[in-house]
């Protein structure tokens, strides 16, 4: 809820780390913009022109002075800002006062085409969004041909053979005033995953017998293997005997063969596909727009389009923790299904007011793909296919059911969601169905006692 984080009448400045370079702009539109989207691009390079040249901060400015500059709501700024936090561009600072808070944007310039091409992340997922052509175009572009200087001599002079010293009159440098800071040559953010989003204690324990020294374990190697790990959802367990396979003979990691054999791995998994970047959260582009919902079906639109499937999870069980295999199943049907985290969310809550608040895996995903074939996008689609097809849903769930080649029968009736507006007509259709069912057995035993 963006409110609750920034509100119009909030103050902000814009830092720099120092001078940007000529290339960023190229790097920001053809790289950054697959993955962050325009508009994302857009705040970014709207907050790098407030900054005067020769200055590393803005003036302050309110929040409401950005709405304006982008013609855009505060909602969409602000899910654009945690994506430029999320991609290594921005860090935000806040200081809490009595009346507006007041904001820090701290800028960070994008990598260079080197470290992005290398990064083992969103090399990937650039991959994954433009295609081989493009990728390869693209690489291209920010790539040329080095020159060769095996016929060359290097003639170079040293400092000390062009200049040399005076001690006449020693130099006496002017202290720098208190609160200065030079320009210099931002270094490049990089994309940061938090340790806690893998178990590194249970990599080591499965280590414990492999004989693997500690300092093999540099942080490089460390911020590798927790970029893979979310890369490819490779668990601890699995990540050992990746490691031990990217062993090299003086028992280093070998970055690069780990990287490969991750990838291989994935690939194995998952059926050569490489994976997609995908957003926690409905994403702009497939929401409905609603900002202020009136109606009762407005208001689950809207908290459908704003929280996140784990949270959807949380908030249906009172904030208990959410078990490990419908974590990944929620995972399965945004990566492998392609379905965008809203209509994930209308699909879980459905399934589990079907089944008795339980996930099955098979039921979920024999209508995920039903989705996913159909394209739907958005929480309203997928609110109108639930609401059509829920007599065929409702077939596929009783087939499911049968013990010794006999219909089950449930105990009890299953609720259904409040977005059901056609309930009584399905009850009247089932009462229905069992006064049929009645009278047929009626007449079957009179038959028989004839």
């Not at 793909?369 to 159909?374: D, E, G, M, Q, V």
């Not at 009783?398 to 105990?411: A, F, L």
């Amino acid at each position: 809820m963006h409110w609750k984080e920034v509100v119009p009448a909030d103050r902000y400045l814009v830092e720099a780390d120092g001078l940007f370079n000529e290339g960023d702009a190229k790097v920001m539109a053809l790289l950054y913009q697959p993955l962050i989207g325009p508009f994302s691009v857009s705040l970014y390079m709207t907050m790098k022109h407030q900054i005067a040249d020769q200055k590393l901060h803005s003036e302050p400015c309110t929040h409401y002075f950005l709405m304006n500059v982008l013609d855009a709501d505060l909602a969409e700024i602000y899910r654009a800002r945690l994506k430029l936090e999320a991609i290594g561009l921005l860090e935000t600072y806040v200081k809490e006062t009595d009346g507006p808070r007041m904001f820090i944007y701290s800028l960070k310039p994008p990598l260079s085409p080197e470290q992005f091409f290398s990064d083992g992340v969103l090399n990937v997922y650039l991959y994954r969004k433009v295609g081989k052509e493009y990728f390869a175009r693209l690489k291209s572009f920010f790539s040329d041909k080095a020159l060769s200087k095996e016929s060359f001599k290097n003639i170079t002079k040293a400092f000390q053979e062009v200049f040399q010293s005076s001690f006449a009159h020693p130099p006496y440098p002017p202290k720098e005033e208190k609160g200065e800071k030079l320009f210099a040559n931002p270094s490049a953010g990089p994309l940061r995953i938090r340790p806690e989003e893998f178990d590194y204690e249970l990599l080591m324990e499965g280590l414990t017998n492999a004989l693997i020294p500690a300092d093999a374990f540099t942080e490089e190697v460390k911020e590798a293997i927790l970029k893979l790990a979310f890369l490819y959802g490779v668990d601890p367990l699995e990540m050992k005997n990746l490691v031990l396979v990217a062993l090299d003979e003086e028992n280093r990691i070998d970055i690069e063969e780990l990287r490969k054999q991750a990838r291989d791995w994935y690939f194995l998994k998952y059926g050569g596909e490489l994976p997609d970047l995908v957003e926690r959260t409905q994403p702009a582009v497939w929401r409905s727009g609603i900002e202020e919902p009136k109606t009762q079906e407005e208001r689950l639109i809207r908290y459908l389009e704003t929280v996140s499937p784990r949270e959807l999870l949380e908030d249906l069980t009172e904030g208990a923790t959410v078990a490990e295999p419908d974590l990944k199943l929620i995972e399965d049907l945004m990566i492998r299904y392609k379905l965008p985290p809203g209509v994930v969310n209308v699909l879980i809550q459905f399934c589990l007011l079907k089944t008795d608040m339980k996930l099955s895996r098979t039921y979920v995903e024999k209508i995920a793909a039903h989705w996913s074939r159909k394209k739907i996008k958005t929480v309203r689609e997928a609110l109108d296919i639930a609401k059509k097809e829920h007599k065929q849903y409702l077939d596929w769930q009783q087939k499911k059911k049968t013990k010794n080649g006999e219909q089950w029968k449930p105990v009890r009736k299953e609720p259904l969601p409040e977005w059901f507006e056609n309930w009584e007509i399905l009850q009247d259709e089932k009462d229905t169905i069992a006064n049929f069912e009645e009278e047929k057995r009626k007449l079957e035993e009179e038959l028989r006692n004839l």
